[in-house]
């Protein structure tokens, strides 16, 4: 292990001229300090530590102005971040949280082993380099990683600038003085790898996957012989080969018995960025069979090529005679880049159009064919052909979007720009024609033809070449993934599809299918597929080994999410939710494994930081496959509520336009949603004052048991399924739907056993979505066991659904419920200002003219406001105006109609309703006869005890 010295000679630049700065906060003002060396820095920090007060250092290097600013920023050896846990704002709760996040960005990167300091409640986190960069090259590196850890949605420090070279961290071997008073130790996690910048730009660029808004640095502040930085940035793609080989006499002939070992090898590291390059090389080196040793060259293949692809320079350095007469001298720095420099020749299905009007000319661009008018009598003109844009366009594909009332058409292009590949274009026929919307299109794809003038023609371009591909739809195009359907041209019929990413599961079997913009971004991100299906059962059967029924339930449940969609009735949606106040336990992995069922563990979540709208966008876009929700409860409480009804209710709350006069469209779904938590959701809404039932029936929640195996037997054994969690995913869902579709019955199978579950388990109709979900999921997951992919135990896990988690949640429902009369005592105390109190029934007293208020003892209490309640304290009766107390359930979300059944048979109220005058014998208030409620008020314990002005008494 390092010592805290070593650490920061890793990180902080090697160069004499290279100052550091360190800065110790104490109180509210910074100290800042020059340092020469790490092991300055290192004193200085214990020495401040030693005082009290908090450490920091810039990792980045500094001359100039001798300040720690980005202007004086020169050198810097490493690339950083901050991530928080156990704070109250930290996105992750515990430290091996963070570690299990952190641990798969790095491996879904191909990053080296990060350098990792634990700075007491955070991790500060380090890619040292193997040599100085300057601040340009770091700069572009750091875009790249910024754009990275977005993507990925790593949990980073939101104050902690990332791109900020002047930014400070903690300084390795000191105390970090909290705000609550604990000084923990500033220590060593793993002290990592040292990693080369070019390689580590070039994975960040081929997982960003999108050309970036900048460019790498031109002139060469790195340097490094044999090696292009700026070239194998820009390359996120491995190079074909064949070029390079025809191309390149260096290449071509280094398998040669008059090539060096040396020229070979730059051969074999050339080759070590090309597609299928091991084999090439072997095809090469078979020139000189004398020579040529297979296993010598897998040996070496394996080594080579770490820094980069050699250049051109360095061939030449070993034997210039190949190189006098190469085409691409002085046009290329390394043979690598020969593929990107070469026009693509087109691909077969690229077939160029061409009318009277239009034509397309391979390498050259469209062009127009423009008839000159003529004189009459006179011998008619050769048609002028001239270049309106220097792009070619070819349609490839007509999607026919059949979901909406009326059919829509996306057309697919491949444009390609003069010297580049073809790249894909999507034109919504909808969207993007007219006057205006079509040059924007043009704009926005950097597809603007030569001259403006030539707008027009632009469109009446596509127009007619459209036109001629309208009726040949290629493929349907989906704008949701799971249920959906196509048209069976043997049947002549549509019959159900399921839709799963990029692929559409049908009785004929898998197809490839197109997707809206919302959805192929979707996609991309979050049903990725990855490892082996065999390696992934691991992961369900970690749950069996640690005897998690919860968990096990759970599991089920991400297989049976697409068969809810044959509930009853509205029954058609369930929520699975687990809480835990401490955390830590496992819940955010479970969603994680739950997630892995059908593509990447961690992209198919929604964070907490999501805002309603996007979480109801992506379960109208996911339609029937799992939900799942981390930290729920961190929302507002107000929200919570008509979040978790909307969403077992199938469907967003309608919404209005801007103008109020039109409605806008939701979406809808039939799933399971899966919620984590660290208060009971069953608690906060009965902290509401709201009647739970309509939402609480809608939510089976479990109090998170599993036990903290860390530093145990089996706590290994955790972290391997865990690794085996970030590497094995998006196999089990599609191939398990992919078998139902084979054996169509086990749809039938599984709606017939839930269904006969329901009946047996079901004991109000209220506990309809609990029993048929949970049927479901039993029936699902008996399925899931019958076919390999899960190993439980189904009749014990059916048992303690029955014995255990169906009494607890009645349990925790009906304690959580608020009776009708305790609900009637809050509108009561909520609506005094509204009631008129009269001694009696009838009235006795004789009314004198021009009596006034304070001398009429009829009444005892006049509304200060409209008038909605009628007390008679001689009988205790109490008349409530209809409309008032259905409005008052409306907004406090209580069930009106159940709480109606509730008066009833607590014998409050008859259940008739009548047209009352509620200003009876009180003349000064006019008539006001409404639809009014009798109650009896003697049976009525919270409004039993009224004072003679019709208020609560206070017994204290």
């Known amino acids: 292990m390092l010592n805290f010295v070593q650490v920061l000679e890793r990180i902080l630049p090697e160069s004499n001229q290279v100052f550091y700065h360190g800065l110790a906060l104490g109180g509210a003002r910074p100290i800042p300090r020059q340092c020469f060396s790490p092991e300055e820095v290192f004193s200085a920090g214990l020495s401040w530590s030693g005082s009290g007060l908090n450490a920091y250092y810039a990792p980045a290097g500094f001359s100039g102005g001798l300040k720690r600013n980005e202007s004086c920023a020169s050198l810097v050896r490493a690339l950083w971040l901050d991530i928080d846990y156990a704070k109250p704002r930290a996105f992750y709760a515990t430290i091996d949280d963070a570690l299990v996040d952190l641990f798969a960005f790095v491996y879904e990167l191909g990053l080296p082993q990060p350098l990792i300091i634990n700075s007491g409640r955070g991790l500060h986190v380090y890619w040292p380099f193997s040599r100085d960069i300057s601040k340009a090259d770091w700069l572009w590196l750091v875009k790249l990683f910024k754009r990275a850890v977005n993507k990925f949605k790593l949990g980073v420090d939101p104050n902690y600038h990332m791109d900020s070279l002047s930014s400070v961290l903690r300084i390795p071997g000191t105390l970090n003085y909290g705000s609550d008073g604990v000084a ?47 070239s194998i940035l820009q390359r996120r793609t491995k190079s074909d080969p064949l070029p390079i080989v025809k191309e390149c006499a260096q290449v071509r002939l280094a398998g040669d018995s008059v ?109 127009h064919i423009h008839y000159p008018e003529t004189r009459r009598n006179q011998q008619q003109r050769e048609p002028v052909i001239y270049k309106i844009n220097r792009n070619e366009f070819y349609i490839t594909e007509v999607q026919a979007d059949t979901e909406g009332i009326q059919e829509k058409l996306y057309i697919q292009l491949k444009v390609r720009s003069p010297g580049q590949a073809p790249r894909s274009v999507y034109f919504s026929v909808d969207e ?99 490892g082996d299906l065999e390696a992934w059962k691991v992961i369900p059967d970690m749950y069996k080994t640690l005897d998690q029924k919860e968990a096990q339930l759970f599991m089920c449940g991400s297989f049976a999410a697409p068969f809810m969609r044959y509930g009853l009735g509205t029954a058609k949606n369930l929520i699975l939710s ?99 938590s660290n208060r009971s959701i069953y ?25 903290n195996y860390a530093g145990t037997e089996l706590g290994g054994y955790i972290e391997d399924c865990l690794w085996l969690l970030h590497n094995n995913y998006g196999l089990a869902g599609p191939a398990f739907m992919a078998e139902c ?48 992919y899960l190993n439980y135990d189904m009749d014990a896990l059916e048992s ?124 000064t208030l006019g008539r006001v006869s409404v639809c009014c409620l009798k109650l009896d008020l003697s049976k009525c314990e919270p409004l039993a005890c009224l004072n003679e002005q019709g208020e609560i008494y206070d017994s204290n």
Not at 594 to 614: E, F, Q
Not at 619 to 637: G, I, Q, V
Not at 694 to 704: G, I, N
Not at 865 to 871: E, F, I, K, V
């Open 741 to 788: 579709f084979k054996n169509p019955q086990y749809f039938e199978e599984v709606a017939a056993e839930a269904r006969a579950w329901d009946a047996v388990q079901r004991q109000t109709s209220e506990e309809r979505f609990w029993s048929y979900g949970l049927g479901t999921i039993l029936a699902v997951g008996r399925l899931a066991v019958r076919l390999g």
């Open 259 to 367: 090539a060096s070992r040396n020229t070979w090898l730059y051969m074999l590291a050339i080759m070590k960025f090309c597609k299928e390059g091991k084999e090439v090389a072997h095809v090469i080196s078979q020139r000189d069979a004398s020579r040529y040793n297979a296993r010598e060259l897998d040996r070496q293949f394996a080594s080579v090529g770490i820094a980069g692809p050699p250049r051109c320079a360095t061939f030449q350095g070993e034997n210039p005679v190949p190189c006098a007469d190469c085409p691409w001298l002085g046009q290329v720095n390394s043979p690598i880049e020969i593929p990107g420099k070469l026009i693509p020749t087109l691909e077969s299905k690229l077939i160029p159009f061409e009318n009277e009007d239009f034509r397309v000319i391979p390498g050259e661009g469209l062009f």
């Open 578 to 676: 687990m809480w835990d106040a401490k955390g830590g336990k496992g819940k955010s992995t479970l969603l994680q494994a739950i997630n892995s069922v059908w593509g990447h563990p961690i992209n198919m979540s929604c964070s907490k930081n999501d805002t309603m709208s996007a979480r109801f966008q992506v379960l109208s876009a996911r339609k029937n496959l799992p939900f799942c929700l981390d930290e729920l409860t961190t929302m507002k409480e107000d929200d919570l509520s008509p979040l978790l009804f909307d969403i077992a209710n199938g469907q967003e709350r309608r919404k209005s336009g801007r103008s109020g006069d039109v409605l806008l469209s939701t979406g809808d779904w039939s799933t399971i949603t899966f919620v984590t």
């Open 683 to 707: 608690e906060l809404m009965r902290a509401q004052s709201s009647q739970t039932t309509a939402e609480s029936m809608r939510v089976v929640e479990l109090p998170c048991a599993f036990r």
């Open 800 to 923: 303690w659904v029955v014995k255990t988690l169906f009494p607890e949640i009645r349990h925790k429902i009906s304690d959580g419920l608020k009776s009708a009369v305790n609900l009637l005592g809050e509108y009561y105390t909520s609506n005094i200002n509204k009631v008129l109190v009269v001694t009696a029934a009838e009235r006795t007293t004789e009314i004198r003219p021009h009596m006034s208020i304070q001398m009429d003892t009829y009444v005892k209490r006049y509304p200060a406001n409209s008038l909605a309640m009628r007390l008679e304290i001689d009988t205790q009766t109490l008349y409530v105006r209809l409309n008032s107390i259905s409005e008052w359930c409306i907004n406090q979300r209580v069930s009106w109609s159940e709480m109606k059944t509730q008066l009833v048979n607590e014998n409050i109220w008859d259940g008739k309703t009548s047209q009352i005058n509620l200003a009876k014998d009180v003349e």
């Open 184 to 230: 923990r130790q500033v220590s060593l996690l793993q002290d990592g790898e040292i990693g080369q910048p070019e390689l580590i730009g070039a994975n960040l660029f081929r997982y960003v996957g999108e050309e970036p808004e900048f460019s790498p640095p031109t002139q060469g502040s790195i340097d490094i012989p044999g090696t292009n930085f700026g």
């Open 432 to 530: 993007h024609y007219g006057q205006f919307n079509f040059p924007k299109w043009l704009a926005n794809h950097r597809l603007l033809p030569i001259k403006r003038k030539y707008n027009d023609l632009m469109s009446d371009f596509m127009s007619s070449y459209i036109e001629r591909l309208q009726d040949n739809v290629t493929c349907e195009q989906k704008s949701h993934f799971g249920w959906s359907s196509y048209y069976d041209s043997k049947i002549g019929d549509k019959v159900d599809s399921f839709v799963v990413g990029t692929s559409m599961l049908t009785p004929d079997g898998e197809t490839k299918v197109a997707l809206n913009p919302k959805c192929r971004v979707m996609a991309d991100r979050e049903f990725q597929v990855k």
